[in-house]
């Protein structure tokens, strides 16, 4: 049954997300196109006017941003109100009468996001990578536009350390709670009587207000507020690399057990108490 | 053929037993129910509004947990295994608007396999109603014509229509009721809410009574008619005269 569910899901948001999509990469499309003409007047025209080219090259590149960053923000709206009119609007007379547990079908809901969540989130570094390669073939020499790649890694990868693996799941991760309480919100909403989308946005205020105590409190722990606010001071770099991992380590646990917090209080508060007016 | 279509069959499709729903105000919806419906009738679940008739057949459907009480659908309590042999018809359109016809037909087909598409495309066909339109281009009559035949293409035990006539023109209602006992089965049960007696009482087989979340009368149409001499419809007026 989950299959069949995850199967409608994609049927029935692949559309808008396709067109969001397709937004993120003719942006990426569009940065490497802006950087190249900058690129190819800087290094044909060295008398142009640089302040009025900067100006405008800067003023498209700044516009690009703010698209990538709103069809982000879109898709994260977009699957926020589908699991809202889906779950607990009329729409959910057909979703909760269906044979499948609850369970199975917030599942679905999250596994279907998460997809989607994770495809914006690799089209906008895609995109931010286009930035970064174009920004390169301007101020770059072309005879050394062959060594952009492995320049960009390095920015990338500023310490060539081992965490780059534990950073990526991380992110992965951070990606798919941060839908998980999105979702666990809107549930909680649910219990008001009335009001129910401000119900939601007060328990995700106050969700945010906990989590950010809860963090400041693991990151003291792991000694890693300390290690950078004085690293610069006390530490070499291999103390504060180590302080960084411990850091990460305690992070990765805290997202895996809110994760886990979030998926369940979601299934059992549906299960258990939710009417459906 | 799985296990739904090849289970023995009590004669008991549906009851409920010392059922109570209580929203946060004092009076509760419903209030101790007891009621058992056998196989092969259409029953008439009447009362005014507020009586307490959309509740319990939420309750049934498993959109509303109980304050109290039990509920069994064919043996099962409401669970998967009870909502595979429900067809519920909200009094709203519970479709998605972007969603066209034939995808709601394909959901129904994937999801339930009691459901017979080939029948709901031919009363689609009978009805003129294209197939490939999007629900939110229909106006309300067929939005309603569109859920019934969904609801009534499935081969369940019972049937839980929720005010399936109302806001419809009496052509529609014609159709809708015509569509119900068109595609009666008499192993299975159809329980309709409505506050519209005299266009469904010549359909109905029993009738039960809702007041204030209790049941105030639970007796065969027929029965009815005899003891009190009246229709159903002048016998519900007579009663919640008094009632209220």
Redesign the interface.
Same mark, same amino acid.
């Given at each position: 049954?989950l299959g069949?569910l995850i +199967?409608?899901e994609f049927? %029935?948001t692949w559309r808008v997300m396709l067109v969001l999509s397709l937004i993120l990469v003719g942006v990426g499309i569009l940065f490497l196109c802006c950087f190249a003409g900058l690129a190819a007047m800087i290094h044909n025209a060295p008398d142009y006017n640089s302040g009025a080219l900067s100006f405008s090259v800067f003023s498209i590149v700044g516009f690009l941003l703010i698209a990538a960053l709103a069809v982000f923000i879109l898709v994260k709206i977009y699957l926020i109100v589908r699991y809202y +009119?889906?779950l607990y609007t %009329?729409?959910?007379?057909?979703t909760?009468?269906?044979?499948?547990?609850t369970t199975q079908i917030i599942s679905a809901k999250v596994i279907v996001g998460s997809i989607w969540t994770l495809l914006t989130m690799f089209l906008l570094l895609i995109d931010f990578f286009c930035a970064l390669f174009g920004f390169g073939l301007a101020v770059t020499d072309p005879s050394e536009i062959a060594t952009i790649p492995s320049d960009m890694i390095d920015i990338v990868t500023f310490d060539q350390s081992a965490m780059l693996p534990l950073m990526i799941t991380i992110y992965i991760l951070s990606t798919i709670i941060s839908l998980l309480s999105y979702y666990f919100c809107i549930t909680v909403g649910q219990l008001w009587?009335r009001h129910k989308i401000l119900g939601a946005i007060l328990c995700y205020v106050g969700l945010s207000i906990a989590l950010r105590i809860i963090t400041f409190i693991q990151q003291l722990f792991s000694g890693f507020s300390g290690g950078l606010l004085f690293g610069g001071l006390f530490l070499s770099n291999e103390e504060f690399a180590q302080t960084y991992l411990h850091s990460l380590i305690g992070n990765l646990v805290l997202s895996i057990v809110l994760g886990v917090l979030y998926f369940l209080g979601s299934v059992l508060i549906t299960k258990?108490?939710?009417?459906?007016d | 053929m799985d296990y739904y279509d090849t289970r023995p069959l009590s004669p008991v499709v549906l009851n409920c037993r010392n059922l109570t729903k209580t929203?946060?105000s004092v009076m509760p919806a419903l209030d101790r129910i007891d009621l058992t419906l056998t196989r092969g009738h259409i029953v008439g679940l009447l009362g005014p509004n507020g009586s307490g008739k959309t509740t319990l057949l939420?309750l049934i459907?498993?959109?509303?947990?109980p304050t109290s009480g039990e509920i069994t659908v064919s043996g099962f309590p409401v669970s998967?295994?009870s909502?595979?042999v429900?067809s519920?018809l909200?009094d709203?359109?519970?479709?998605?608007p972007?969603?066209r016809i034939d995808?709601a037909l394909h959901?129904f087909e994937?999801?339930?396999t009691d459901f017979d598409a080939a029948r709901a495309y031919d009363m689609l066909m009978r009805l003129s109603i294209d197939p490939t339109k999007q629900m939110k281009t229909l106006s309300k009559g067929t939005k309603e014509k569109v859920q019934l035949i969904l609801v009534m293409s499935r081969r369940a035990d019972l049937y839980l229509l929720d005010e399936p006539i109302a806001g419809v023109d009496p052509a529609a209602r014609d159709f809708i009721l015509h569509t119900i006992v068109n595609n009666f089965d008499p192993r299975a049960t159809v329980l309709i809410s409505t506050h519209l007696i005299t266009d469904v009482e010549p359909i109905l087989d029993e009738a039960i009574f809702l007041s204030q979340g209790h049941v105030l009368l639970h007796q065969p149409v027929a029965a009815i008619r005899e003891n009190e001499g009246k229709t159903i419809d002048q016998f519900f007026r007579e009663v919640y005269h008094y009632a209220w």
């Open positions: 049954m069949k +199967k409608h049927a %029935a +009119k889906n %009329a729409e959910g007379y057909l909760f009468t269906l044979p499948a547990s009587r258990k108490k939710v009417n459906l | 929203y946060d939420k459907a498993g959109l509303l947990t998967t295994d909502k595979r429900i519920y909200p709203q359109t519970y479709l998605s972007s969603m995808e959901y994937d999801f339930y």
